[in-house]
T-cell receptor
Framework: GAGVSQSPRYKVAKRGQDVALRCDPISGHVSLFWYQQALGQGPEFLTYFQNEAQLDKSGLPSDRFFAERPEGSVSTLKIQRTQQEDSAVYLC???????????????FGSGTQLSVL | AQKITQTQPGMFVQEKEAVTLDCTYDTSDQSYGLFWYKQPSSGEMIFLIYQGSYDEQNATEGRYSLNFQKARKSANLVISASQLGDSAMYFCAMREGELSGGYNKLIFGAGTRLAVHP
């Protein structure tokens, strides 16, 4: 597709379940980001990939959160033993990743809305 | 400490009028970048405009302009000739410092919900 695609669009999980959220970035985009957006708040950075390398995971809230991008394209965000505070919209974004491009814009997907009961 | 402050939880404007959405930021870096994104009800974030800290002129993109006041650390978004389709959440975001590792790690504000009335 032409844009960033995320699936599923909605996910309901029981507390303690593991979930996996998928992101298909724009073809050819080197950079990939995951953000978490709580209700009524702005997105908060979780992690960043340059191709398959996870260069920044400083925003992951706990060791229950794990992200991968094994072939440098599709990425998966996994949350183990989900808790109610994990309920949020998880946004994926990608960009070309040109070195030194200070004004490079991110292209976002529509997100996955996770509800943990 | 909050880096990006958007003090207007909600704003409304009459169609075809102009509206200003406020954004102030906090950074000790000399080099930084400021972005505005629009988030309609569909959920995706849409890039609107970018202003670099060293840019001498205010950025403009069609009906969008950025009123950048560096000394006051403000980067307000001005939307001219509002349209019904402009109704959405608007987020101000900042990249601090020079690109580290070559990527734009953005910090977002809490957003302003804009409603355009016919």
């Amino acid at each position: 597709g032409a844009g960033v695609s995320q699936s599923p669009r909605y996910k309901v999980a029981k507390r303690g379940q593991d979930v996996a959220l998928r992101c298909d970035p724009i073809s050819g985009h080197v950079s990939l980001f995951w953000y978490q957006q709580a209700l009524g708040q702005g997105p908060e950075f979780l992690t960043y990939f340059q191709n398959e390398a996870q260069l920044d995971k400083s925003g992951l809230p706990s060791d229950r959160f794990f992200a991968e991008r094994p072939e440098g394209s599709v990425s998966t965000l996994k949350i183990q033993r989900t808790q109610q505070e994990d309920s949020a919209v998880y946004l994926c974004a990608s960009s070309l990743g040109w070195p030194g491009a200070t004004n490079e814009k991110l292209f976002f997907g529509s997100g996955t809305q996770l509800s943990v009961l | 400490a909050q880096k990006i402050t958007q003090t207007q939880p909600g704003m409304f404007v009459q169609e075809k009028e102009a509206v200003t959405l406020d954004c102030t930021y906090d950074t000790s870096d000399q080099s930084y970048g400021l972005f505005w994104y629009k988030q309609p009800s569909s959920g995706e974030m849409i890039f609107l405009i970018y202003q670099g800290s060293y840019d001498e002129q205010n950025a403009t993109e069609g009906r969008y302009s950025l009123n950048f006041q560096k000394a006051r650390k403000s980067a307000n978004l001005v939307i001219s000739a509002s349209q019904l389709g402009d109704s959405a959440m608007y987020f101000c975001a900042m990249r601090e410092g020079e690109l580290s590792g070559g990527y734009n790690k953005l910090i977002f504000g809490a957003g302003t919900r804009l409603a355009v009335h016919p």
